[in-house]
């Protein structure tokens, strides 16, 4: 039995709020452009691969179950992003490689070939991305798909967790090209605003990245790191953070410190998941389709 | 002459003992914290409010950070050299301070807490 939920049932369900949301992503007045189609994509976050310990006595399983998962959708999304911390981190380069190799063994089961990648700082802080890059190439980058401009931003190669003078520079030149209401979209695996700056969930900055792209008024960023859904306006700017496939972390200063949230076995995998992105013909809004991962 | 020598020495000491107390006010209370992962020594530390402090920063082993959010100031800790790090906390409370340079697996619980009294 498939557990998806066609995307396009999902849509008529979202106006009512029962089982999705559908966010207006500030891109009102776009004319639709000729040649443009619907489409979505899937976003995957914070798998973690390699960890071990009590938030997920079945980290070695939640991630083939996301693949298998998304296999089942319906209807295929168009591509696929990672938006970091594909593996757990550790000290060890030869133990980090393997981590990289089995992660992208199990995600080469997906049915959709267009895979997009991200590091998060576990994957990249400890060696300025070596080894993500020997995997999968460059941490930053951008791609068009049907009218929209996707910008892929890396800020955990620096373990200080900056974008970094050099990006921020590519960044520029790259918007340089855009109309001012191109439709863009950002991946990050860091907010791109201060969050909770008490636990780390900050950017140095950011806010320069933010800059650049306010005089765009059609932006919106997905991104990871938080272990959660969060979403938030900088301006006109949407911002939206996916669920993990590992653990999932406390709302922001909810409580004294950022420890994962306990693993249920009344209710395993709760909070953990992953998301359809929606991106519609007129590119006014996005919808975000949630899906939880099941036992 | 011999009075207004003793004034002029008087005035002179005066003088003296008001730099000084000026002096003392603007000297900050030097804090030495040592970081290494995944955890600071001391990990508390207690202030007064206006009382200005000099953390004196080391690190044991890698490249670490030292953030105090609720009050804007940060610094890199480098292995190797003394970082220094300014705070007169101009509010009371219990604060959070941080690594915030991804130092490892165990890096998020990276962090300690300041009392201002």
């Known amino acids: ?14 106006g009512l709020g029962s089982i999705g949301v559908v966010f207006g992503s ?45 296999n089942a959708l319906s209807e295929q999304p168009d591509f696929i992003v990672f938006t970091g911390d594909l593996t757990h981190t550790t000290d060890n380069p030869v133990e980090r490689r393997r981590r990289m190799a089995e992660f992208k063994d199990i995600v080469g089961a997906l049915r959709v070939k267009d895979v997009r990648f991200m590091p998060g700082e576990h994957d990249a802080s400890l060696d ?30 620096d373990p200080r967790a900056l974008i970094g003078d050099e990006q921020l520079g590519w960044l520029a030149q790259d918007l340089a090209a855009q109309s001012k209401d191109a439709r863009i979209v950002v991946f990050t695996h860091r907010p791109l605003f201060d969050l909770a700056p008490q636990w780390d969930w900050a950017t140095r900055d950011g806010a320069k990245a933010v800059e650049m792209l306010m005089p765009f008024t059609n932006v919106t960023v997905f991104y ?16 939206h953070s996916a ?34 992105v929606e991106a519609e013909d007129r590119g006014t809004r996005f919808g975000i389709n949630e899906f939880p991962v099941k036992a | ?26 000297q900050p209370r030097v804090i030495k ?3 290494r992962r995944f955890s600071f020594t001391p990990h508390e530390i207690t202030v007064r409010k206006g009382e200005p402090v000099l953390f004196e920063l080391t690190s044991e082993d890698i490249f670490m950070g030292m953030n105090i959010p609720d009050f804007g100031v940060r610094s890199d800790i480098v292995p ?27 890096h998020e619980g990276m962090s300690g807490t300041l009392v201002v009294t």
């Open chain 1, 243 to 276: 669920k993990s496939l590992i653990f999932p972390l406390p709302a922001p200063m909810s409580q004294p410190k950022r420890d994962p949230l306990p693993w249920d076995p009344a209710n395993p995998y709760r909070g953990l998941g992953f998301r359809e």
């Open chain 1, 1 to 14: 039995m498939t557990s998806a939920i066609d995307r396009r049932q999902f849509l008529q369900l979202a």
């Open chain 2, 80 to 106: 190797g050299k003394t970082m220094q790090l300014a705070l007169t906390p101009d509010k009371a409370g219990t604060f959070t301070f941080l690594c915030d340079v991804f130092c490892g697996d165990g």
């Open chain 2, 33 to 35: 914290v040592s970081a």
């Open chain 1, 26 to 70: 500030a891109l009102p007045g776009m004319a639709r452009a000729a040649g443009q189609d619907d489409f979505y994509f899937v976003q995957l976050s914070d798998t973690h691969w390699g960890f071990e310990g009590a938030p997920n006595p079945d980290a070695k399983g939640t991630l083939k179950k996301a693949v298998t998962s998304v």
């Open chain 2, 1 to 26: 002459m011999r009075r207004s020598r003793r004034i002029v020495l008087a005035a002179g000491l005066l003088a003296l003992a008001g730099g000084a107390g000026v002096l003392a006010q603007k």
């Open chain 1, 128 to 157: 300025s991305g070596k080894a993500f890059k020997e995997f999968f190439g460059s941490t930053y980058y951008t791609f068009d798909h049907k009218g929209v401009h996707f910008i892929a931003l890396d800020k955990v190669s």
């Open chain 1, 224 to 239: 990871g790191h938080i272990h959660q859904e969060n979403h938030h306006m900088t301006g006109h700017i949407a911002h």
